[in-house]
């Protein structure tokens, strides 16, 4: 499997830019790994301009590095092989011992942990999905999947997950018949319905948790992070930026104000308590 995550990332479009005083000492491009929200090539689509520009703007050399699921993606953060990250996936106990440290995230409405079915299914409860199938993008997956098992869980209702790899495969297999429901985030429930017109029934909503996290490894200089951090958070007012950014956010049925601002630990303290009653297969 690792060798398999390997080939992959060599596969990505890489994006670098030539090494100026800002990032004096660095021979090698920082690598970049957002967790994966969409398909492979959407999220590539996605990323590869707006890191570009970070890269460009903070003269700090950055690498796009994605796996095919969001699992491959934590591999590579796991494995200590990435030094800038946009995840949710490093806040129970043991990764948050790996040094990892919040700066940013992106704006936006407060993501709720959903579980849904077709509008026309007739399925109305949570109660009518006890043994049936439940699509979910992967088990590394915070919002989409720990927090939809978790209540599954303390309603005793048993549920077979399937794992569809990312997030629109499930939702795909769900459309298909092949799962009943589908367990995923609201956000990305209604990029999904705006992009292809399809209808939800939403059957379970959680509390509301920040978006996902821009995070630096303890590796990357306090300069280099500072230079970044200022390079997202300023985007969306610097036209260039703005431009891509706009472009980039429409593919994915975002918008403009879902601009990166900067975030502390404080903001992720709701998925440190998570994982203080969690089930232990959800830790």
Do not use: C
């Amino acid at each position: 499997m690792f060798a398999r995550i390997v080939r992959l990332s060599i596969l990505m479009p890489l994006v670098a830019v030539a090494l100026s005083p800002n990032a004096q000492g660095q021979d090698q491009p920082y690598r970049f790994s957002p967790v994966n929200q969409w398909d492979i090539n959407k999220t590539a689509s996605y990323w590869n301009p707006i890191v570009h520009h970070v890269a460009t703007r903070s003269g700090v050399p950055l690498q796009l590095k994605i796996g095919r699921t969001s699992a491959d993606t934590t591999a590579f953060v796991l494995a200590q092989e990435v030094e800038f990250v946009f995840s949710n996936h490093l806040f129970n106990p043991q990764r948050m011992a790996l040094g990892w440290k919040v700066f940013g995230r992106r704006n936006g409405p407060l993501l709720r942990a959903q579980i849904a079915v077709p509008a026309d299914s007739p399925i109305a409860s949570l109660e009518q999905l006890r043994d049936q199938e439940i699509a979910f993008a992967g088990n590394e997956a915070f919002v989409g999947y720990k927090l939809p098992m978790a209540h599954l869980v303390a309603q005793s209702i048993q549920v077979k997950p399937v794992f569809a790899g990312n997030q629109n495969a499930a939702f795909a297999q769900m459309f298909a018949g092949r799962a009943k429901a589908v367990g995923s985030n609201s956000m990305l429930i209604d990029g999904f319905a705006e992009r292809e017109k399809k209808g939800f029934r939403v059957l379970w909503s959680s509390e509301g948790y920040f978006d996902l996290a821009l995070m630096a490894s303890s590796k990357v200089p306090q300069a280099h992070l500072d230079a970044v951090a200022a390079a997202f958070f300023a985007m969306h007012t610097d036209p260039e930026g703005r431009r891509i950014l706009e472009a980039a956010s429409a593919q994915v049925s975002l918008s403009i104000q879902d601009h990166f601002v900067p975030a502390t630990m404080a903001d992720y303290a709701n998925y440190v308590r998570f994982f203080e009653t969690a089930p232990p297969f959800l830790r």
